[in-house]
């Protein structure tokens, strides 16, 4: 019967309504008669119109009133506002023909009684279906809504509780609250618990998804609450702000899982207008890699701010183009006239660096360009020292031929006693920077150089996380390299807006060292995606687990830690989490000599050679591995090995 009614299309349920008014009123007049004369009354035949009145007059009121438009299964609490008006109006209208028409008089409590049941029964008729349909959509073959709890029981939670009810998607059954004054009530039909009971309520309630519905919340609070629920099997989701609900960016479908964002986030700091200002509002800035993780978000975050041009530099065509089609689809929602110069070109040539910043008259660069990805530049040292070394070094040098009045190098926490290339050539392109500033404070012109460093920032390229969410897709193992090895993490948007800020500080020649925060063991990070994903770890204590983490030792130049300053010499800045690091450094000659050889080591093809020159730049480079350039060890296998190769058949016999 209740499957029938669904079915309907929507005039049918219109007309069923209109029907059962007309049957509905009438019989809540009856009712009042009886009760107001204590026995069962029987109209007589002159006073059967008063009856046939009640739906002549309720009738086109409850058309008017728009009581027959609205969706029943949609409605709301505050809809059935409207049902009082509409059944008051009736009642009051009714009353008065009564009283001008009517050839006998009707007692008035009769007529209060009447608009009771009137109400009960109008309101009750469509509270009943809306309940009806509600449960029966749950009802139907194939559909298995998971039972969720809400965690929040402000208006937040109290709204994501009436939309999941209208939805098919879940099935709201507790809020849980921190909020003691709450607990043990029933808001929105849901009981509310404590986050103490949470263990009682999963198994109570069958719940096998936790919301939390706390929007307006800080980072940090929203992270312990994460790391509270972590350890039940439930899959832990996100409402997003309700600003963007509001506005109907997001929906409901939208819910997201938990980001690592949500996880290692902290709570942001305002930034100073004045510091993006300084480098970036009216200038023409250039951004090299402008198409890699940190590059593009550096670019998303300039054009906020009004700069005059900015020029997009990145040797990768087709990351060229999605930057630039993005940007421009901001700027065009924005109603914005930024001028976008996307430039295909390798930070290696000089020439055309320069030409490109004569050209375009560019004020600011921020160098976000390099090979970041520690083992495949441990099997590729010469490109990593062209690209991070040399690279750095010939864009730096062109800034200066064509007056660029402040250059950014992006560098990373692996440069302090590195124990890889990686690291390695990214420390020599500081000391390029360095050894440059104190050339230019001398012959008094030139930019500001200076360098930020930071370490890993979530959802970069190569960053462990997405890797860490693709293996719990495919049912594990998870893989960390060490059990003991730690990472610093900042979000993208973060370290990008540090970045604009730091770069407007620098006097020149200065290294800027962000506050990461505390650093995080990889496979406690591991378990904490594996349980939140709703998941349990397999291990030694838990066999029948889901997902298995598995040690896969350190790979070529991996440390165990990274640190983020080489001395104690540190100092902070105007800005809470930008602190100003005194480096040692190398002179211009020395080093310009040292650049030299490298080049030749290269043109000879040396690996040796090259990593005793970059043991000798870099103070504390320690090289973990053995030489590990693929090339290298191909040309250097052992000669007789070489002559059974040249000895095989050139055929199968």
């Known amino acids: 019967m209740i499957a029938t009614l669904a079915k309907l299309s929507r005039n049918a349920k219109r007309m069923l309504m209109v029907g059962s008014d007309i049957i509905l009123l009438p019989l809540a007049l009856w009712v009042a008669f009886s009760l107001r004369l204590g026995e069962i009354f029987i109209p007589g035949v002159l006073q059967i ?30 809809a059935f506002g409207t049902v009082f008006k509409a059944v008051s109006l009736t009642i009051l209208l009714w009353s008065i023909i009564l009283l001008l028409a009517a050839p006998y008089s009707v007692p008035r409590s009769s007529i209060v ?27 139907q073959p194939g559909i298995q809504c998971p039972r969720i709890a809400i965690y929040g029981a402000g208006d937040a939670g109290i709204q994501l509780a009436l939309a999941l009810k209208h ?23 849901l009981h509310v618990y404590s986050s103490e009971s949470i263990e009682d309520v999963l198994k109570k309630e069958s719940i096998s998804q936790i919301l939390i519905a706390i929007p307006s919340s800080s980072n940090s609070v929203r992270r312990s609450i994460i790391h509270m629920l972590e ?14 609900l509001a506005k109907g960016t997001i929906n409901i479908e939208q819910i997201r899982n938990v980001g690592i964002e949500d996880l290692l986030g902290r709570d942001s700091v305002s930034p100073m207008p004045e510091l993006f200002e300084a480098c970036i509002s009216g200038k023409v800035v250039m951004v090299t890699g402008a ?24 040797r990768n065509e087709f990351a060229l183009y999605k930057i630039e089609q993005e940007l421009n689809q901001s700027i065009k929602e924005r109603d914005n006239d930024l001028e976008i110069i996307p430039i295909l070109g390798s930070v290696h040539h000089r020439h055309r660096v320069e030409k490109v910043c004569s050209m375009f008259a560019v004020q600011t660069i921020y160098h976000a360009a390099a090979y970041k990805h520690v083992p495949l530049v441990e099997f590729n040292p010469f490109e990593a020292i062209h690209n991070n070394c040399f690279g750095t070094l010939h864009i730096a040098e062109a800034a200066i031929a064509a007056g660029v009045e402040t250059f950014v190098l992006i560098s990373t926490d692996k440069a302090v006693r590195p124990t890889n290339v990686m690291g390695a050539s990214k420390r020599l392109a500081e000391l390029v920077l360095q050894a440059l500033s104190v050339k230019i404070r001398d012959d008094g012109v030139g930019p500001r150089f200076c360098m930020v460093r930071f370490g890993n920032v979530l959802g970069s390229s190569g960053s462990v996380v997405p890797l860490f969410m693709e293996q719990i897709r495919q049912d594990g193992p998870v893989t960390v390299t060490h059990a003991d090895i730690t990472r610093y993490f900042m979000t993208i948007p973060e370290a990008a807006q540090l970045v604009l800020q730091a770069g407007a500080m620098g006097e020149g020649g200065d290294v800027f060292v962000l506050d990461m925060g505390e650093p995080v063991r990889i496979i406690d ?64 000659i020395d080093l310009h000599l040292i650049l030299n050889q490298m080049m030749e080591a290269s043109q000879k093809f040396d690996v040796k050679q090259l990593r005793e020159l970059l043991q000798d730049a870099v103070k ?7 030489l590990q350039d693929l090339t290298w060890a191909h040309k250097n296998e052992e000669s007789t090995d070489l002559a059974k190769i040249t000895k095989l058949p050139l055929s199968s016999p």
């Open 49 to 78: 119109w008063i009856f046939i009145l009640a739906p002549v007059v309720g009738i086109p009121v409850f058309i008017k009133m728009g009581l027959y438009r609205a969706i029943i299964h949609y409605m709301e609490f505050r």
């Open 113 to 139: 009684i009447f608009w009771l049941l009137a109400l009960l029964a109008v309101a009750g008729s469509r509270l009943t279906i809306r309940w009806l349909l509600g449960g029966e959509e749950r009802k």
């Open 167 to 189: 939805g098919k998607e879940f099935i709201p059954v507790a809020f849980i609250d921190d909020n003691i004054e709450l607990h043990g009530h029933e808001i929105a039909d």
């Open 231 to 244: 350890p039940y099997p439930v899959d832990v989701r996100i409402l997003p702000g309700l600003s963007q």
């Open 291 to 314: 198409g890699g993780s940190i590059g593009s978000e550096l670019c998303r975050q300039i054009i906020q701010h009004q700069p005059k041009r900015i020029v997009l530099f990145e």
């Open 525 to 588: 990070l591991a378990r904490q995606m594996i349980h939140l994903s709703g998941l349990s770890v397999k291990d030694d204590g838990n066999q029948d687990g889901d997902i298995e983490i598995k040690t896969t030792g350190l790979r070529p130049g991996e440390k165990l830690y990274e640190e983020l300053l080489i001395g104690d010499d540190v100092e902070g800045t105007s800005h809470p989490l930008i602190m100003r690091a005194n480096e040692e450094m190398i002179n211009w």
């Open 620 to 626: 504390g480079y320690q090289p973990q591995s053995e």
